[in-house]
């Protein structure tokens, strides 16, 4: 089984600032990365596939980044509505597909 | 695409829970569809999969030989059934359509069905 990690598990930035967002894999799963954004209450919301793809809807000023073991999402010009939950989860070794622990981006 | 789940259910340990998710604005025998848990305040869990083409499924390790996902393509509804149910089951259960025919990620959600296990 893959094991994903995130870090940090709580990131604080003020609106208008950059998040910086870690996901690393145990194994090398090629590019087969997706992020989510989940806030309470709500489903997860998919956010980037193929490591760097943006689904649709999602703005430009969200890009993910990396490939192997090592994958970045960014999120620029921080909004109030970006303050959720981000999980990344890789899908080249199945089954299982696995998820990270999540990274929670907070209003500093 | 929308997935439409069944509504949140109550049950004693021990019971089982069936759960369906409703797909609709899309051809239902072309994707597959996951089913992810969330325990209370925890991570996403993936139950398995399950091809809305062929009934093939994939299951994940730690719930086989508990959990079974069929599809009824007449009303294009995938359902989720998980026995001998313990209090560490509760959690809220999502259906997610994956837009290939195998397992990968997860393009559409549903809204969620909470299943609290309880004595």
């Known amino acids: 089984e893959i094991v994903m990690t995130q870090s940090p598990a709580t990131l604080s930035v003020s609106p208008g600032e950059t998040a910086t967002l870690s996901c690393r894999a145990s194994?090398?799963?090629?590019?087969?990365l997706a992020w989510y954004q989940q806030k309470p209450g709500q489903a997860p919301r998919l956010l980037i596939y193929?490591?760097?793809t943006r689904a649709t809807g999602v703005p430009a000023r969200v890009s993910g980044s990396g490939s192997g073991r090592e994958f970045t999402l960014t999120i620029s010009s921080l909004q109030s509505e970006d303050f959720a939950l981000y999980y990344c989860?890789?899908?080249?070794?199945?089954?299982?597909?696995?998820f990270g622990g999540g990274t929670q981006v907070e209003i500093k | 695409v929308q997935l439409v789940q069944s509504g949140a259910e109550v049950k004693k340990p021990g019971a089982s829970v069936k759960v369906s998710c409703k797909a609709s604005?899309?051809?239902?025998?072309?994707?597959?569809i996951s089913w992810v848990r969330q325990a209370p305040g925890q991570g996403l869990d993936w139950m398995g999969w399950?091809?809305?083409?062929?009934?093939?499924?994939h299951y994940a390790h730690h719930l086989q030989g508990r959990v079974t996902m069929t599809k009824d393509t007449s009303t294009s509804t995938v359902h989720m059934e998980l026995r001998s149910l313990r209090s560490d089951d509760t959690a809220v259960y999502y259906c997610?359509?994956?837009?290939?025919?195998?397992?990968?990620?997860?393009?559409?959600w549903g809204q969620g069905t909470l299943v609290t296990v309880s004595s």
């Open positions: 997610a359509v994956t837009m290939y025919n195998y397992p990968c990620y997860f393009h559409s």
């Open positions: 604005s899309y051809t239902f025998t072309t994707f597959g």
């Open positions: 399950i091809s809305a083409y062929n009934g093939s499924t």
């Open positions: 194994q090398n799963v090629s590019s087969d």
């Open positions: 193929g490591a760097s």
């Open positions: 989860q890789q899908y080249n070794n199945w089954p299982p597909l696995t």
